[in-house]
């Protein structure tokens, strides 16, 4: 397209709008650069601004007007049009517009009124639903108003002419153009009256001169008062005025004011602490701890350790219980347990990682631990004097509880480990945490486990080591990194204590012998790989099946997988079934746990709905069958990932994220 000389012009630059521009004759300083299609200079409207456009960019500015004229209501842009429509001599609409208004009319106000009436009386008939459509005569003027057509400031300047030519005539000082626009009215007013409607006017001089009849109202039936009584209807104290007894907002701040209740305070006093153990991390001093300095009371605590101190005397005299072999008989057991009302409890602050039961069959203890290194006692059948449930809490650790473990053979002392580094021992007689092991205060303790004799504790890191202490030296026997990432769980075999088995982040599972760990390059048995992270790997009772839970949403078995040290890699599963292991980034994984009353059941969190808990059987190896799921939506409606199996009774213990407890039973 030729782009003339003294013609304006559109003109589009990258970023911004088609703005008015001409084209212009560049300098020195700004000429076009080499290789570029832009070949047009054009100099923009409304200031010094100009670019070198390609004909693409470039628009005549007359025909495109209407289009591009009113893209902006920014000043310099209407100054910039406005200058283009003088420089082509045309009138610009945004400077008419913006002109001074005249004073408005009185015939001009009653036209309006006029027309207002015929559209408020053809609503009214639509919504009453007459189909004759009334033929409203008006003049070409109205019509056109109407219509939206004419300009604002053309219908003022009319309505000003309109209104001298009245004053000037005799009639009333109403002109020909009134008169007519009247008569119309009246018509319009008649064919209303005809259709039994009333035109509404508001200040039209005619409206006192209709004949039409008013419709009726309708009045709507009352209807007739419910005998029925109805309660009063509760109000807030907020909404009276009033004070709460304990606490209050205050309108003027927006902050919360105790009034003064002695409970109020110690409750917001609590809040405060637990934010603070949110927080701080910081390691307990590597010594033993007194009850008092853990958190606990000394007047429950004792009391609860007294109770403790007889399950203990009465568990290590009957270590040895009878087993049942039977698992539809097993199955039948698990069918008839519940939770009931009494059945659950929040023994715990925060969210519970691991959980416990005391192996006395006398009474049942369960013990958890949670993400702020709180332990809670629960001796679920035994209430105090003020009828409150009989929860003991302690603090022996600044960082969350990921293992429990009472003491093969002396079931009075509770070993723990903790992320914080440090494992101790809640001794039950003495009445204390003893100080067992620690690691370096830049290493977190993922797992720790006893074995079988309770003399040697193996703990697990997140950087893949695994250190083995003498418990009653509380030395340290050896350390050796297994794994290139976070082991997640480290199990003793039951009987041969020197076997151990690892799960880890790394996709493996692998499984050790502690006599011939070394240093420098320690030599696995057997390892077992997998496609996801595995989070837990446990040896069954008997120590013959290792149970796998991969985040490959499954459940993997494996038999005698530490007899097969010739294969070094087992790559496939024994047997598996699918298991949804997605718990998401707010719950902890699940981990299995062996019925230690059986060798070929277990226990797993669930994700299906309604919330339970799922018991597996393994049917000696061969396949992994789901044989009960246990359920009670009354008291149990969060997903329960950690869980234990009481070695006596017919107890199974879940807990959540919550702090809360579940005892099935």
């Known amino acids: 397209m030729p782009v003339a000389v003294s013609q304006p ?5 990258d970023g911004s709008p088609w703005w008015p521009c001409r084209r212009g004759t560049p300098t020195s300083a700004q000429k076009k650069q080499k290789g570029t299609t832009q070949t047009e200079f054009m100099v923009f409207y409304g200031g010094e601004q100009w670019a070198w456009l390609s004909p693409s960019q470039i628009k005549p500015f007359a025909e495109n007007r209407h289009l591009l004229g009113n893209k902006s209501k920014k000043r310099p842009f209407l100054a910039a049009v406005h200058e283009c429509d003088e420089a082509i001599g045309v009138k610009s609409a945004s400077r008419t517009t913006s002109s001074k208004k005249p004073e408005p009319s009185k015939i001009v106000s009653k036209s309006n009124v006029s027309v207002t009436s015929s559209r ?24 056109d108003d109407e219509g939206g ?7 003022d300047s009319q309505g000003i002419e309109l209104e001298a030519a009245a004053i000037s005539d005799g009639r009333n000082g109403l002109s020909e153009y009134e008169l007519a626009r009247l008569d119309l009215i009246r018509q319009n007013q008649a064919m209303m009256a005809s259709l039994g409607l009333d035109l509404v006017t508001t200040g039209s001089p005619a409206s006192d001169t209709t004949g039409s009849s008013k419709a009726k109202k309708r009045t709507p039936k009352r209807k007739a008062a419910s005998t029925t009584p109805t309660e009063p209807q509760r109000r807030s104290s907020r909404i009276k005025g009033e004070r709460a007894a304990d606490m209050y907002v205050d309108r003027d701040s927006g902050r919360i004011v105790v009034a003064g209740s002695a409970a109020t305070e110690q409750h917001l006093s609590s809040l405060k602490q637990e934010a603070s153990w949110g927080t701080d991390r910081s390691r307990l001093p590597e010594e033993t701890l007194s009850l008092e300095s853990t958190g606990g009371t000394e007047v429950y605590g004792e009391e609860f350790f007294d109770v403790l101190r007889g399950l203990s005397k009465d568990a290590d005299e009957n270590s040895r219980a009878s087993v049942d072999e039977d698992v539809l ?31 006395s069959g006398d009474a049942l203890v369960t013990v958890a631990g949670d993400k702020l290194g709180n332990i809670g006692l629960w001796n679920v059948d035994n209430r105090r004097e003020d009828d409150e449930l ?13 293992a429990l473990q009472f003491h093969p053979h002396s079931s009075t002392k509770l070993y723990t480990t903790s992320y914080d580094g440090t494992a101790r021992c809640m001794d039950i007689e003495k009445g204390h945490f003893d100080f067992v092991a620690s690691v370096d205060q830049e290493t977190r303790l993922q797992h720790g486990t006893l074995d079988s004799s309770g003399n040697v504790l193996y703990l697990s890191d997140t950087v893949g080591t695994v250190r083995c202490f003498d418990v009653r030296s509380k030395q340290l026997s050896w350390s050796s990194v297994l794994h290139d990432n976070k082991i997640n769980t480290i199990d003793c075999h039951p009987t041969e204590p020197h076997y151990f088995v690892t799960a880890s982040l790394d996709r493996s599972v692998k499984i050790w012998d502690a006599r011939h760990v070394k240093k420098s390059k320690p030599q696995r048995i057997v390892e077992c790989t997998d496609g996801r992270s595995v989070n837990s790997a446990k040896f069954s009772p008997c120590g013959s099946q290792i149970l796998s839970v991969s985040m490959m949403h499954q459940l993997n078995l494996y038999v005698d997988a530490h007899k097969r040290a010739a294969e070094k890699i087992i790559r496939k599963p024994d047997t598996f079934c699918r298991h949804d292991n997605q718990t998401g980034r707010w719950l902890p994984v699940f981990h299995s746990t062996w019925d230690p009353k059986r060798s070929d059941a277990f226990v797993i969190g669930s994700m299906a709905q309604p919330r339970q808990v799922e018991v597996y059987s393994t049917s000696g190896g061969s396949s992994i069958s789901r044989i009960m799921s246990l359920q009670d939506p009354d008291y149990m409606a969060s997903v329960q990932s950690r869980h234990a199996v009481h070695p006596r009774l017919d107890v199974i213990v879940s807990a959540n994220s919550s702090g809360y407890a579940h005892v099935f039973r």
Not at 9 to 13: A, E, F, H, N, Q
Not at 124 to 143: D, W, Y
Not at 149 to 155: E, L, P, V
Request: glycine residues 8%.
């Open 329 to 359: 008989k097993y199955a039948r057991k698990l069918s008839k347990m519940s939770i009931g009302e009494n059945g659950a409890a929040k023994i715990c602050p925060q969210k519970i990682y691991s959980i416990a039961v005391h192996p």
């Open 9 to 13: 012009y559109w003109g589009k630059v």
């Open 390 to 402: 009989d929860i003991v809490q302690f603090r022996p650790h600044s960082w969350t509880i990921n």
């Open 149 to 155: 057509g004419g300009d604002a400031a053309t219908d």
């Open 120 to 143: 408020r009386s053809s609503r009214s008939t639509s919504k009453l639903g007459i189909t004759r459509k009334a033929q409203l005569v008006k003049p070409p003027e109205i019509a």
